[in-house]
């Protein structure tokens, strides 16, 4: 299980995320919403240590981080290990064909031996329907496949939990299907998932809980059901303007 209490972080004078309690449970899907520029991803981000709240305690299963303590790079590497992001722009390396760079994390932080690293590879590309894809480079696939490909290398490196932060944002809507059917296919294997995303029907599908950021200020945590039928004024303002 992973979950905040009191995350605050501002920006200068910009409170973006203001005294944040929440817990993201395990085996489970939590979707984060809210409209552009409440603060998803420097929430997303500061589980993942990656922006630096003021205060705040972060809990990643056993592991407790105090925000306003300074963090040693062996605590950053050890929350990493449970939380893995999968970025918007893939980051795949290029001078490295699709099974390089699965293996590179596992390899070279794990260290799994590589004939093992390979084959869970190629286990991997078959569970996201790239099978024939490992000896390709980046730049030879469509941006779904290499978000495929990005999602099987996080996989790789066993995280609790996967976080995406609007994984689909890049994509043309008929690839944005095949990246949400991957999504869709390891949370029905409970990988821990934690995703922004601006997909309602995905998130509807997808999320045990859904997060509603707005204006710094946490709207709603709770059932999926109960936002989407939420009476609040708020959350009815906001679907509307997602259709
Ligand atoms: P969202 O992902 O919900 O669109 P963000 O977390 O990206 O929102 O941004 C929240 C707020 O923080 C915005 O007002 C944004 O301008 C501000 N912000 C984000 N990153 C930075 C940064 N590195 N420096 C200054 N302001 C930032
Ligand atoms: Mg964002």
Known sequence: MISVENL????????VLDHISTAFPAEETTVILGPSGSGKSTFLRSLNLLERPE???L???DLTIDYAQPISSKTTLAARQVTEMVFQSFNLFPHLTVLKNIIEGPVHVLKTPKAD???EARELLQQVGLADKADSYPAQLSGGQAQRVAIARSLAMHPRYILLDEPTSALDPELELEVLKVLLKIHDENQSMIIVTHNMSFAKQVANKILFLEHGKMR???PTAGFFNS?????QA???SMT
Do not use: P, W
């Open 117 to 119: 690293a390979e084959k």
């Open 55 to 57: 205060s705040g305690v």
């Open 59 to 61: 809990h990643l299963e």
């Open 8 to 15: 605050t972080k501002s920006f200068g004078d910009n409170v």
């Open 220 to 222: 709603y945590d709770g």
């Open 238 to 240: 906001f679907l509307a």
């Open 231 to 235: 009476d609040d004024a708020r959350i």
